[in-house]
């Protein structure tokens, strides 16, 4: 099982920038397909951005699509989210998460962290 830790999370004006971290305690990071979700007030936990163990494949939510890049360093068993021409839409708590099955990059997530908190102004 494999531990995540969010931060980077923080208040920005729309339009800003912010870079959201997640550090992975245990082993073999670089086996875990990892991921971001996203959970605004009020509603359900959507996927935002995925990642496959080498960093080569990625996917992403169609609206965070051209914003966001996920990224990984699996030498420091990290894993980024960069996200710019932040909205105020985009304000909400995000988590990291991991798998090792295969299979849909946006579904059966079983490691998750606690979540960091993203804030954006208009």
């Known amino acids: 099982q494999v531990q995540l830790v969010e931060s980077g999370g923080g208040l920005v004006q729309a339009g800003g920038s912010l870079r959201l971290s997640c550090a992975a305690s245990?082993?073999?990071?670089?086996?875990?397909?990892m991921a971001w979700f996203r959970q605004a007030p009020g509603k359900e936990r959507d996927f935002v951005a995925a990642v496959n163990w080498s960093g080569e494949r990625t996917d992403y939510a169609d609206s965070v699509k051209g914003r966001f890049t996920i990224s990984r360093d699996n030498a420091q068993n990290t894993l980024y989210l960069q996200m710019n021409s932040l909205k105020p839409e985009d304000r909400a708590v995000y988590y990291c998460?991991?798998?090792?099955?295969?299979?849909?990059?946006?579904?059966?997530?079983?490691?998750w962290g606690q979540g960091t908190q993203v804030t954006v102004s208009s």
């Open positions: 998460a991991a798998k090792v099955s295969l299979g849909s990059f946006r579904e059966g997530f079983s490691s």
């Open positions: 245990g082993r073999s990071f670089s086996r875990y397909r």
